[in-house]
């Protein structure tokens, strides 16, 4: 299981990585082994301003769809349109290629509340 350390991690298994005021969120690698072959993702808020824990997608899997939850509260920017051919790129590299949004952020001290990469290893062990 790959958890990259300079990340910040929710308990809903998804991924952010700021760079001044502008984060790029995905799902984990956890979260992608857990769903299996990825076949859609679905974001529809591009340009939105949503709040901490709202869902901003949807990503399907052969067998189920789940919810994509903000990490932290901004606007969607952008959809990694990329996504729209070869969903399953979150399945062979969730952290790069695979990246879902990225977001302006509007409460950077949300970031406080993320779990790092070791709390977020110990949150897997944990379940």
Known sequence: ????????????HEWIQVDGNVATVGITDYAQSQLGDIVFVDVQTEGEDLEKGESFGSIEAVKTVED?????????????????????????????????????????????????????????ESL
């Open 68 to 124: 994509m939850y903000m990490p932290i509260s901004g606007t969607i920017l952008e959809f990694n349109n990329g996504l729209e051919d070869t969903p399953d790129a979150i399945n062979k590299d969730p952290y790069t290629s695979g990246w879902v949004i990225k977001i302006k952020l509007s409460n950077a001290s949300e970031l406080d509340s993320l779990m790092d990469a070791t709390a977020y290893k110990a949150h897997l």
């Open 1 to 12: 299981m790959n958890i990259v350390e300079n990340l910040k991690y929710t308990p809903d």
